[in-house]
C-alpha cells in the first residue's frame, strides 16, 4: 500500500551516505526526530561502506598523494563505483554532495533547497581529502560546515542529514520552522529567548510582557529580543550586502 506522506511509495527524502567508517552513523540517525521520520516514510537514510566497492582482498580505499605530501587521499574508483551503483537511475537527478572544508558554507537557504530535491548522496571525505577527480565525474556540490578542519567528513555529513530532513514536510511542526534562526524568508536574525514553567528560578522572572497574553506585544518583543541578541552573537548579520556594481 502506498504511503500517503510519501510520493508514489517513496519518502519525501532519500539520503544515501558513502563513508569508510559506517558505524558512526547508528547513533545520530537511530534516536529522536530523524529516527521517527524514518518511521513515517518520510525520510529514507542509508548509509554504504565505500570499501565493499574495492577490488583487492586489502580493501584498500586510500593511497598516497601523486606530488607527494603527508597523508593519504581516498581512492577514486572506488566512491565512484559505489555511488553509480546505489544511485543508479537516480544518478541525474540527485544531489551528490563532497563533506569538504574547502566548500561552499552550508546554510540554512541551501539545506531548504535540499529539503526539496528528492534524493542527496553525501560522501565522506577523510585523511588528506579524495581525488579531485571523484568531483568532476559526479558532479558533486562541496559543502562545508564552518571553516575548521576535523577528522573527517561524517559530522558534516550528520549535520547536513539532520538540518535538512527536519525541513521535509511533516517532520517538524511548520509553524516551529518558521520562527526558527536563519529560517528561510524571515529578516537575517538569531531567534529571540524562550521561557516556560516555572515563572520564577533561583530569583531570575519570566518576563511579565510573556505572561500577558497580548500577542501583538508579545511578537514586538520578541522582535526587539531577536534584534539585540543578533548584535550580540552574530553582529555579521545585521551588515549591509555590498552593493554590486556592474
Do not use: N
Not at 544515501?16 to 518520510?42: C, V
Not at 528528492?118 to 577523510?126: F, K, L, P, S
Not at 516556560?196 to 533561583?202: E, F, I, K, M, Q
Not at 497580548?214 to 522582535?223: D, L, M, Q, S, V
Amino acid at each position: 500500500m502506498t504511503d500517503p506522506k510519501s510520493v508514489e511509495g517513496r519518502p519525501r527524502l532519500h539520503v544515501d551516505i558513502f563513508t569508510l567508517f559506517p558505524q558512526m552513523f547508528t547513533g545520530p540517525f537511530t534516536e529522536s526526530i530523524l529516527k521517527r521520520a524514518q518511521d513515517q516514510g518520510l525520510v529514507r537514510i542509508d548509509v554504504h561502506d565505500i570499501r565493499d566497492w574495492t577490488h583487492d582482498r586489502h580493501r584498500t580505499a586510500d593511497d598516497t598523494p601523486y606530488g607527494g605530501g603527508a597523508g593519504m587521499v581516498m581512492k577514486a574508483p572506488p566512491i565512484v563505483e559505489a555511488v553509480e551503483a546505489v544511485l543508479g537511475p537516480d544518478l541525474e537527478r540527485a544531489h551528490i554532495i563532497i563533506t569538504s572544508a574547502g566548500g561552499r558554507p552550508f546554510t540554512q537557504t541551501i539545506a531548504q533547497e535540499l529539503s526539496t530535491t528528492g534524493r542527496i548522496a553525501i560522501i565522506c571525505g577523510h585523511y588528506e581529502g579524495i581525488d579531485e577527480r571523484v568531483s568532476a565525474i559526479l558532479g558533486a556540490d562541496e559543502l562545508a560546515i564552518g571553516d575548521y578542519v576535523l577528522t573527517g567528513g561524517e559530522l558534516p555529513a550528520m549535520v547536513i542529514v539532520d538540518a535538512v530532513a527536519r525541513l521535509v514536510p511533516d517532520v517538524i511542526d511548520a509553524a516551529s520552522i518558521a520562527d526558527e534562526s536563519h529560517a528561510a524568508g524571515r529578516p537575517a536574525l538569531v531567534e529571540y529567548p524562550h521561557y516556560t514553567r516555572p515563572a520564577s528560578y533561583r530569583g531570575l522572572e519570566v518576563p511579565d510582557i510573556l505572561l500577558s497574553g497580548h500577542h501583538a506585544r508579545i511578537a514586538a518583543w520578541r522582535e526587539e529580543r531577536a534584534q539585540e541578541r543578533t548584535a550580540r552573537w552574530r553582529p555579521d548579520l545585521l551588515q549591509e550586502p555590498p552593493v554590486r556594481e556592474d
